[in-house]
DNA sequence: CAAAGATCATTGAGCTTGTCAATGGTTTTT
DNA sequence: AAAAACCATTGACAAGCTCAATGATCTTTG
């Protein structure tokens, strides 16, 4: 095996501190994004774990959402009680039932999206080679992660 | 004012995403301890945010969870049914109450902590220079994201 | 092929979260 | 002292969430 488990540095502890206040700061934006579009926050979840135009099973949801499949029923019910998804009959397999986002729920998730994927403000002070040096850090924190395929 | 509005960079942008979606990966941390130490995640924030040997009223947890106050009421009944907070009468204000955690909850927060403070695997693969460098980089966009008090 | 077993979504029961409006007990202001 | 503001709680109610059980549908296998 020889996975190099090389022990933790002081500085990479701090750093993950430092990124999980970070995250923390985050959670009133998500509140209020959510309230501003009129959704709960699970409800918003959900919206943005589905991808436009490509149907979905409803357990495949609940995977992504990491709740019990009888949760999404409801969930979905009242989203797509609002006309934001639709469910479907899936071509191969009569027991699934395929969760599609109707043009209103792309629409809403679209500009949900827009305001989460906006870097805070802190962001802005940060020089472009900086912003470069932090992305290829994070990549690679993030890509030992989850060795997904090596 | 001047306020140095500086547009942000694509990297930037990158950052951020990647940062997103390293958060993203850790919910199903955050559920796996909770359940391991028998609470809800609103349980656990709860008791993430009391400050051992620091009382704090009830309306600051609330703040803190950013929930209604009679939401905080039910949240503390339940901890403090399970012996892991106490209400204390505060002493100047007798409409206060404050909040203590016991022996107990003490001992289950340090635990719970421990968990949640220990880095991502994808830490281990920095080296000391690269974490140090990534530290102080989360601290420059922390700091002026959230500026307290030049 | 047919019976048995696994899978998917839903339902129902029961609890926790969360909000809002209203209340009682306490300061603080006027 | 009366009025206004404040804190925690209560009650009513919607939603989130889990578990166990069900019905409908594949999939396996004997």
Redesign the interface.
């Known amino acids: 095996m020889e996975t190099?488990?090389?022990?933790?540095?002081p500085?990479?502890?701090?750093?993950?501190?430092?990124?999980?206040?970070?995250?923390l700061?985050?959670?009133?934006r998500v509140?209020a994004v959510a309230a501003e579009a009129g959704l709960s926050p699970p409800q918003l979840f959900a919206l943005q774990a589905l991808t436009p135009g490509r149907p979905a099973p409803m357990g495949d949801l609940a995977g992504m959402l990491?709740c019990d499949a009888s949760n999404v029923t409801g969930l979905v019910d009242r989203l797509a009680a609002r006309g934001l998804v639709e469910r479907r009959p899936a071509p191969h397999d009569r027991r699934i039932r395929h969760l599609v986002l109707t043009d209103e729920g792309r629409a809403l998730r679209d500009r949900v999206a827009e305001r989460?994927?906006?870097?805070?403000?802190?962001?802005?002070?940060?020089s472009?080679d900086?912003?470069?040096?932090?992305?290829d850090?994070?990549?690679?924190?993030?890509?030992?992660?989850?060795p997904r395929r090596a």
Do not use: C, H, Y
């Open positions: 190099t488990a090389q022990s933790l540095s500085e990479a502890a701090e750093a993950w501190a430092v990124m999980r206040t970070l995250a700061a985050q959670r009133g509140l990491r989460l994927e906006a870097p805070p403000d802190g962001f802005a002070g940060l472009r900086e912003a470069q040096l932090l992305r850090l994070l990549i690679k924190v993030a890509a030992a992660g989850s």
